[in-house]
């Protein structure tokens, strides 16, 4: 029984810690609530009226998570901003929706 437990215990902390993936979908939805969003400079790839990149609404999940998603230029209300490093040293920028 004990080791039941455990090992339920375990692969429950596994799926919590595991990666997980922004989407287009989920920026979209966290833009009414979202103050700003940030991303890995280095992955920032700007496509016309979009920006591409692994946009996280904290620095701290953008260093993390690194799923790429759009942000259409129209729904920004500033250009990406530098917005400090990671603790890998990887820079960040940072954009505001309107």
């Known amino acids: ?6 090992i339920a215990a375990i692969a429950l ?6 990666p997980q993936a922004s989407t287009e979908s989920r920026a979209a939805a966290a833009g009414a609530r979202a103050p700003a969003y940030y991303c890995a400079k280095e992955r920032l790839n ?7 990149c692994n946009w ?16 259409q230029r ?9 917005a400090g490093r990671c603790s890998t040293g990887e820079w960040l920028v940072r954009v505001s929706p309107r």
Request: negative net charge; hydrophobic residues 40%.
């Open 13 to 18: 902390v596994a799926a919590c810690a595991g």
């Open 46 to 52: 700007p496509h016309g009226d979009a920006l591409e």
């Open 74 to 82: 129209a729904s920004l209300g500033s250009d990406p901003q530098p």
């Open 1 to 6: 029984m004990k080791k039941a437990l455990c």
């Open 56 to 71: 996280q609404p904290t620095a701290d999940e953008a260093c993390r998570f690194m799923k790429s998603s759009v942000l």
